[in-house]
């Protein structure tokens, strides 16, 4: 098993326990054979949606549950998003790393509630922070005892409706000492397109291998077995079909 690389990958959001295994089963088995470190990654709600009307969950505890489930079943570690400190508690029960999402990497009391789960913390950058200031966030986390934080890259504001990667974060951010990961799928968003958000996710590899070649410990991706009909992000989800070769072409660029 590669220990310097690994890749965090799932479903936007928990639509169906069905739907979850599919894809845990696909990816555990590809990274299996590529020798890749894997955890798995659903959303159990979804918090932030652009419309009031979009889906955000089937159930808190039963979505958590689900993902519990996948990583008994497939001896995976697991990994989803916390929204509060009131959620810390609770969603520290069912996974392994409790994820920030980028809207919510300044907030001190979220960071530090999450912290002291002492489980991995995943701190999204926020599409408005300047890279160096994750090592303030990341201080916040620290700051409890807990070092086992993630730092992950997932695009900028460029204007309205549009997010670009500036390649220099990625350096930047491992200057911090902590591991850092490359959202490749939410860094091809365009936020905000309508009533939900789009993207170009024909950029998706190109974007990938080139945060591999600049040297990340980490590779996120959301993944579907159908994206188009997928009930959150279905314009930036790698359909399953497609991770093995995205995969294999990634890890050729790692291992050189």
């Not at 009391?109 to 200031?133: E, R, S």
């Not at 860094?187 to 996710?201: N, T």
């Amino acid at each position: 098993m590669s220990k310097d690389f690994f890749i965090i990958a799932g479903p936007c959001v928990v639509e169906s326990k069905e739907m979850l295994m599919e894809v845990a089963e696909e990816v555990s088995k590809v990274c299996a054979d590529l020798n890749i470190k894997y955890y798995f990654k659903s959303s159990y709600k979804k918090a932030n949606r652009t419309s009031v009307n979009s889906f955000t969950g089937i159930g808190d505890e039963l979505a958590l549950g689900y993902i519990k489930e996948v990583g008994e079943k497939f001896n995976l570690e697991t990994l989803t998003d916390v929204h509060t400190e009131q959620e810390c508690d609770l969603v520290a029960r069912y996974v392994d790393v409790l994820q920030i999402p980028a809207f919510l990497a300044r907030q001190t009391d979220l960071l530090l509630a999450a912290g002291n789960t002492g489980k991995i913390v995943n701190i999204k950058k926020a599409q408005f922070m300047a890279p160096q200031d994750m090592a303030k966030a990341a201080s916040k986390v620290a700051s409890t005892g807990n070092d086992k934080i993630w730092l992950t890259e997932r695009g900028t504001f460029f204007g309205y409706n549009n997010l670009v990667v500036d390649f220099r974060s990625l350096v930047i951010m491992k200057e911090t000492g902590y591991p850092v990961v490359f959202d490749a799928t939410h860094s091809v968003q365009q936020p905000s397109i309508g009533e939900q958000s789009g993207g170009q996710p024909e950029f998706i590899p190109a974007l990938a291998r080139a945060a591999t070649a600049v040297g990340i410990n980490g590779l996120f991706f959301e993944t579907h077995p159908d994206p188009k009909n997928a009930k959150s992000d279905a314009a930036t989800q790698l359909s399953l079909k497609n991770v093995r070769a995205f995969l294999e072409n990634i890890m050729k660029i790692h291992n050189v």
